[in-house]
């Protein structure tokens, strides 16, 4: 096996006359000897899709195209690239490229100039259709797309919903990065969100650099591809992701993970359990399909088991406060995204008010830190203003990388 | 805000489900248990003790249930004014010194005071007899212990000087009070 899956409750127990909430971590990861053997698979296809309208002129688009070269130098050979620019249509600068020819690609990607407008939708609407064959049948596919303007061919975020949820289907992660202030951060950071992508928000630009290169790093450390979660869940029982984005399929839940590397693939969220006879009961089962390093297809899976009980002390002596707290910031995390994008800010102040009590708890600097901020933003905007494109970038961080 | 039938604990009135035990809003009390059971005093966790170890069915003994007149200025009387288990509450204990130099508190069965509420860290906080003074101490517990002071509970930072009268939580939904 090449995959730990690790599942934390927040108790072992749930209450026999009532209904109960537990909280619960997944964490998947590479198993590390996998990776210190060098056995990182390569098939992966990375696509890279820059705006190429007029204002990304200057800097912004130097930066950017410098990026996606580094890119392309730094994945390992084995690995497929496809860059995309886009401006009043799509520009195929590379497309489904084996990394033989690095030196083309570069002279490719050097040629991408600044002008016209902003379609983001059929940009959006190519590539998915594009890489379905792919996705479908072989590798993951991980998408970097880079914006600076609003779209000008579709303002309808329900479109954008439709496409993002075929990219969901085939697996294809899109993450989108808005550079600037006039980008629509609600369209993109929903196509992220549908999707099981980040969301950025950059300020700086020499952030785009490090972004693109986290990303190589992860396909460079690549165990499994082709990963889809699947929850099933017995006894009624309700469950719910506050971090990822499944596909409920009657009492199954479906997520394509998409390549696992060496940084651990967390879900966070609950399951509520429904009251009945007192006794062990198997409350859900969590599997995960993925291909090996030959292209395998393998499979493994673990239970969630607890025991129902009236005696309330076993209950309050078996409580995980860890994993309570750290599902307690995600829940009032997904809280105050939701409250903040309806632009309801006196929900949204109480709701981060309660993530930041709770990442106090964890104790984890970085998080406290984190919440902290998200208050102070909220606390500082004017009445209905607030900087959504900041708090989007940090929430997307909280959820996808748990600080 | 809402009280958890179950275990006590203060929900803000967004959640439906009580943070810390999970079980929904409004869900009925628990029923006490046929057997009930006072905290355990025991003697895993004895921290420097100044009798060395002790058999348990002494240290039972040590930790009576029942009110009962001090016998010694090294007996710390306290009394159970809220916890998640009802049949908790108005209880009282003696604290004996005599053996005990330090009484830890948790959730755990390796304290020497072992509280069933979920809130309440797995070793919570010391009770430590000290240059004739008793003093509380917080181990660093998820959340914390706190004295009642000018009308609000006030969060305990290391440690500090108890005396009668004082009111002391312990986590969400366990208080007691210093009587004697």
Redesign the interface.
């Known amino acids: 096996m090449m995959l730990n899956i690790k599942l934390d409750s927040?108790?072992d127990f749930?209450?026999a006359?009532?209904?109960?909430?537990?909280?619960f971590t997944i964490k998947i990861i590479g198993k590390m000897e996998d990776i210190r053997q060098k056995k990182s698979i390569t098939g992966n296809w990375l696509i890279i899709v820059i705006d190429q309208s007029s204002s990304m002129m200057g800097e912004k688009l130097e930066t950017a195209k410098q990026a996606a070269i580094s890119a392309i130098n730094e994945l390992n050979p084995g690995n497929y690239v496809s860059i995309y620019s886009f401006s009043d249509d799509v520009e195929i600068v590379a497309d489904h490229t084996s990394l033989n020819d690095v030196k083309r690609l570069e002279n490719s990607i050097k040629e991408i100039s600044a002008h016209g407008k902003t379609a983001l939708f059929k940009t959006l609407d190519f590539i998915i259709n594009k890489a379905k064959p792919y996705a479908e049948d072989a590798g993951s596919v991980t998408l970097i797309m880079l914006t600076d303007g609003q779209p000008t061919d579709m303002t309808d975020i329900h479109k954008y919903e439709s496409i993002a949820g075929m990219a969901a289907e085939y697996g294809i992660k899109i993450n989108s990065i808005g550079i600037g202030s006039d980008y629509n951060e609600e369209i993109i950071k929903k196509i992220s969100d549908i999707t099981n992508g980040e969301f950025y928000n950059i300020v700086d630009r020499s952030q785009i650099g490090t972004i693109f290169g986290s990303y190589v790093q992860q396909l460079n450390k690549t165990v499994a591809t082709s990963a889809v979660m699947s929850v099933k869940v017995r006894e009624g029982a309700d469950f719910k992701s506050y971090d990822q984005n499944f596909i409920q399929q009657g009492d199954q839940y479906l997520l394509n993970v998409g390549m696992i590397s060496d940084i651990p693939f967390i879900i966070t969220g609950q399951v509520?359990i429904p009251p009945g006879p007192e006794g062990p009961v198997n409350i859900m089962n969590i599997s995960i399909d993925y291909k090996d390093e030959n292209g395998v297809s393998k499979s493994d899976s673990i239970d969630f088991k607890i025991t129902r009980t009236?005696?309330?002390?076993k209950?309050?002596?078996s409580?995980r406060?860890?994993v309570?707290?750290a599902a307690?910031v995600k829940m009032n995390i997904e809280?105050f995204e939701y409250l903040t994008s309806v632009g309801d800010i006196t929900g949204a102040t109480?709701?981060i008010g309660?993530a930041r009590k709770a990442a106090e708890?964890t104790k984890n600097i970085k998080l406290i830190e984190s919440t902290r901020k998200l208050e102070n933003i909220v606390s500082s905007a004017s009445t209905g203003k607030v900087d959504k494109k900041q708090i989007y970038n940090e929430t997307s961080r909280i959820k996808k990388k748990g600080d | 805000m809402w009280i958890c039938n179950k275990c006590g604990t203060e929900n803000d009135d967004s959640y439906d489900y009580c943070v810390v035990c999970g079980v929904e809003k409004n869900a009925t009390p628990s029923a006490p248990p046929v057997t009930q059971e006072p905290p355990k005093v025991q003697k895993e966790n004895v921290e420097a003790s100044t009798q060395g170890p002790i058999n348990n069915s002494s240290a039972q003994q040590q930790a009576p249930v029942t009110p009962s007149p001090s016998a010694s200025s090294k007996i710390l009387k306290i009394a159970i004014i809220q916890s998640p288990s009802p049949e908790l509450v108005g209880r009282t204990l003696d604290l004996d010194f005599t053996i005990f130099k330090t009484i830890s508190i948790g959730r755990n069965p390796e304290n020497l005071l072992q509280m069933p509420d979920g809130s309440i860290s797995r070793r919570h906080a010391l009770i430590e007899l000290k240059d004739d003074k008793y003093i509380i101490r917080d181990l660093q517990s998820t959340n914390g212990t706190y004295i009642f002071e000018s009308g609000y509970f006030t969060k305990i930072e290391g440690e500090r000087n108890i005396n009668i009268g004082d009111v002391i939580k312990l986590g969400e939904g366990t208080v007691i009070r210093v009587i004697q």
Request: proline share 0%; no cysteine; aromatic share 10%.
């Open positions: 927040s108790n749930s209450f006359d009532s209904s109960t909430r537990l909280f509520v009236n005696d309330s002390r209950i309050f002596s409580t406060q860890d309570i707290n307690r809280k109480k709701a309660e708890a």
